[in-house]
């Protein structure tokens, strides 16, 4: 999605000192410190928050991300399905099979019916689900959606078999699984547009009690049949950190032992955790994270369309190092890069393709001369001061080129809908991409493939015959030719065709208490695998 708002992802990330298994204490309860203004859901079907950390406890899906470090971490496998799901060759019909032995907290068995209902709560008038967007093509969907029934006809369950039947080609399912909106749920679970309290889960933990805005409380479940590790007895969250400073400063004090807050609180200078504890040693970790700055350009207009070596020298042309620095107070707080899919990834390749310390002009030049059609430029970035700065910039910049470039300043609720409307007349834009779930089709397909022009993905309305079908054929694969053809893919664009000027990948820093061991980044805290020493 385009960062008008977020997302708020789950993808295991990297690992600290790793802890034998010797020095691995089982039990006792880890302290949570949340925003209560910024957590809204418990319910699966409508949290769309950093509930989502908590649900990671509790969840059990059909695909799933290990609770290890990359690579590792980041390659897509089964957690209830036994095995991959099997695609129909025009990309429709999924077809899961469930493996035995996982049970509700409750006790009772789960089954396909688990995930058939979990689809159809997203779908239930009145709940208004996020997950919709996700379960929206199915066939049958806006059936359930008008109240003229309570079941997707393109969703069938039985026994240890779940079919999932979309309308159009859906090449990113399974990874979409892993969200917590397709957690499995009793089959009976009501949909509530309130949401639902505690109800009995299939994951390693279970919530048994919540109080909205003052706690959550989580507990193992004694029936859990899988294979995650979980070592402590549960967890209690406090709701009632007025910011994320204060759910900082109550892990800082002791109080808590982890707590969210936004990136740019961690890297605030009068806070200085660096300072005190080091980085990516025992308390503060700071990684590279999923969400990606670019600047997009505009293909269907006459400046970029069918230009590649224009988009290529402004590739050449841009101070990544000056851009950064314009809207960061601190150099952890992202990583340049000159290409689209996050470092961490599997099957990504650094190709070194553009320069990220400092502009290459020579090169730059020798590539726009002849190409600038007429030298003027329009980019449209939203009204905000830290926006506004970059604009600046990549128009200072860009002058290096001879091209002239005109801000346009756009309040933040109408940027998004000008930049998919077709006929608006703007060539670049700089916009933050992030991902609900992590899978390469996210940072290739969804941004760049023309299926998707219209929409919050495509925005460039980047539309190559060639291109399309390589994205295409890159996500019809499972398991490793998947991230190796994404890999290879990544590059190609980047250096080839360049849709748009990657500029940075936002670092994910989580702080911890002197009591938690057993750290996976995820990219905050994996809870779940978390111990207490």
Not at 67 to 89: C, H, M, Q, T, Y
Not at 100 to 114: E, H, K, L, Q
Not at 483 to 494: H, I, P
Request: glycine share 8%; with cysteine; hydrophobic share 40%.
């Amino acid at each position: 999605m385009l960062a008008m708002g977020g997302g708020f992802l789950l993808a295991a990330t990297q690992t600290g000192a790793a802890d034998s298994p010797s020095t691995v204490r089982e039990g006792g309860i880890v302290r949570i410190s949340l925003p209560g203004p910024d957590f809204d859901y418990i319910d699966p079907a409508l949290a769309y928050s950093s509930a989502w950390y908590l649900l990671d406890t509790t969840c059990a899906r059909l695909m799933t991300y290990p609770d290890k470090p990359p690579p590792e971490g980041l390659r897509l496998v089964p957690e209830v399905a036994a095995d991959f799901p099997k695609i129909s060759r025009n990309g429709k019909t999924y077809t899961f099979t469930l493996r035995s032995g996982f049970r509700f907290s409750d006790g009772t068995p789960v089954r396909a019916s688990a995930f058939a209902r979990a689809i159809h709560r997203t779908l239930a008038p009145g709940v208004n689900s996020a997950g919709a967007q996700y379960t929206g093509d199915i066939v049958g969907a806006a059936d359930v959606q008008a109240g003229r029934t309570t079941t997707a006809a393109g969703v069938v369950a039985r026994g240890n078999t779940l079919v999932v039947r979309f309308t159009r080609p859906i090449l990113d399912f399974a990874a979409k699984t892993t969200m917590p909106f397709f957690c499995a749920v009793p089959p009976t679970l009501p949909a509530d547009p309130e949401g639902v309290g505690a109800f009995p889960s299939a994951g390693p933990y279970v919530v048994t009690e919540y109080r909205p805005g003052e706690r959550v409380i989580i507990r193992r479940n004694r029936f859990y049949g899988g294979t995650r590790p979980h070592h402590v007895d549960g967890f209690d969250v406090d709701l009632r950190a007025t910011s994320g400073s204060e759910a900082l400063d109550r892990v800082e004090r002791g109080e808590a032992d982890w707590g969210s807050a936004l990136a740019t609180i961690y890297f605030e200078p009068g806070r200085g955790l660096a300072a005190k504890y080091g980085v990516n040693r025992s308390q503060f970790f700071v990684k590279p994270g999923f969400t990606l700055r670019h600047v997009i350009f505009n293909t269907s207009r006459p400046l970029f369309r069918n230009n590649a070596k224009l988009r290529r020298a402004v590739n050449f042309a841009l101070d990544r190092k000056a851009l950064s620095r314009a809207v960061t107070n601190s150099p952890l707080a992202e990583r340049l890069t000159d290409q689209y899919l996050p470092p961490t990834l599997p099957g990504f390749r650094d190709a070194d393709i553009y320069p990220l310390e400092r502009p290459d002009l020579r090169r730059a030049r020798e590539l726009a001369r002849g190409n600038t059609r007429g030298g003027k430029a329009t980019l449209y970035v939203r009204n905000s001061p830290l926006p506004l700065a970059v604009a600046q910039l990549v128009k200072q910049q860009l002058t290096g080129i001879e091209l002239d470039v005109e801000v346009k300043a756009i309040p933040g609720a109408a940027l998004a809908n000008k930049l998919v409307a077709p006929d608006e007349p703007w060539d670049l834009t700089v916009i933050l991409w992030v991902a609900d779930f992590i899978d390469p089709y996210q940072y290739v397909n969804q941004l760049f493939d023309g299926q998707f022009i219209g929409a919050y993905g495509d925005v460039g309305r980047f539309d190559s015959t060639r291109y399309n079908r390589l994205m295409r054929q890159a996500a019809r694969k499972l398991g490793p030719e998947r991230y190796r053809a994404y890999g290879e893919l990544d590059v190609r664009l980047a250096r080839d065709a360049a849709p748009s000027a990657a500029i940075s990948i936002f670092s994910e820093p989580t702080l911890v208490s002197k009591r938690v061991g057993c750290i996976v980044l995820r990219p905050a805290l994996d809870l779940t695998a978390a111990c207490l020493k």
